[in-house]
């Protein structure tokens, strides 16, 4: 069971990028799917979740607006289309995944509930 991020790079502020979260060993339509991301020296805060059937969405309200997340059953892919980047949604971004029914808003950003994390693709925004 693997989670593949990437996606990342630099890109100027006010530019565009499109995070992948690729799911190998298991069909990752039976799983709610987050982002996260935590800049140096910040905590890990969840940017954004999809529950397993793609109609509900969650956003951090930091990017409410810019980001879109979405999922591609044929590919067994979630992405994360992230517009008007500004230099503080510079990070390194993970993508996690849960089993399960669908989290309620207050909860889809507790770490500990999603059972796999990928590894992080960086995100650089120059100003």
């Known amino acids: 069971v693997q989670l593949q991020a990437s996606g990342g790079g630099l890109v100027q502020a006010g530019g565009s990028l499109r995070l992948s979260c690729a799911a190998s060993?298991?069909?990752?339509?039976?799983?709610?799917i987050v982002w996260f991301r935590q800049a140096p020296g910040k905590e890990r805060e969840g940017v954004s979740y999809?529950?397993?059937?793609?109609?509900?969405?969650y956003y951090a309200g930091s990017v409410k607006g810019r980001f879109t997340i979405s999922r591609d059953s044929a590919r067994n892919t979630v992405y994360l289309q992230m517009d008007s980047l500004k230099p503080e949604d510079a990070a390194v971004y993970y993508c996690a995944a849960r089993r399960g029914n669908r989290l309620i808003f207050g909860r889809w950003t507790h770490e500990k509930l999603y059972d796999y994390w990928g590894q992080g693709t960086p995100v650089t925004v120059s100003s």
């Open positions: 060993g298991f069909t990752s339509d039976y799983y709610n």
């Open positions: 999809i529950d397993l059937s793609g109609g509900t969405t």
